[in-house]
């Protein structure tokens, strides 16, 4: 051996602890911009923490549920995950999402529910939702129930009234729902 092996080999060792520390930094660095591009809505910290279950990434509508009660008809859509934003219009005509076509609710007047976004299905397509499709409904102000979509994100409701609903819109967590108060009309008895 001559006496330039030494030291060439501690070059080489030298050179090989770079290459490692260099594949290291750039690890942490491309980890470090994967982390940065994703929303903060996807980070685990963002959703609510609830023992023993993992929240899903897009709200799930599983049930629509109704009650009549002294002062004030109540719409209750159930959802599994945080609710999402809603909202509440009048609407002419209620139509099923995608085809347009009329929902066959009797009716005068009508509200528009959408929640967006969510899902009514998981993601194997299976639907999770397992409330009413279209229902007559026999409360003082709420006459029926339908839901009219689940299409792209969007999931979709209908109600129908004899009189013009004057309503309130709410969330309540524990178990996460989205209410809707239809305050009954003077002169209207009570079911």
Known sequence: MTPLSPYLEKLGDV????????AFAAGILLTA???????AS????AAPASPGAAQPATALVTNARWGGHAS????VIDVKGTVPPVTVKPVKVLTYDGSGNKVPL???YFLEIKLSPAAAHDDSGRSVYQGPRLLKVWLPT????AMTGDF?????FGAAFDTKPVYKAYTLHGPERFVLDIRHHPGVCPA
């Open 42 to 45: 996807a980070s685990p910290s």
């Open 106 to 108: 009797a009716g005068r």
């Open 33 to 39: 911009g994967i982390g940065a591009t994703i929303p």
């Open 72 to 75: 004030f008809d109540r719409l």
């Open 152 to 156: 792209e994100g969007v999931v979709t």
């Open 15 to 22: 050179m090989l602890h770079r290459q490692r520390f260099a």
């Open 142 to 145: 709420l006459k029926g129930v």
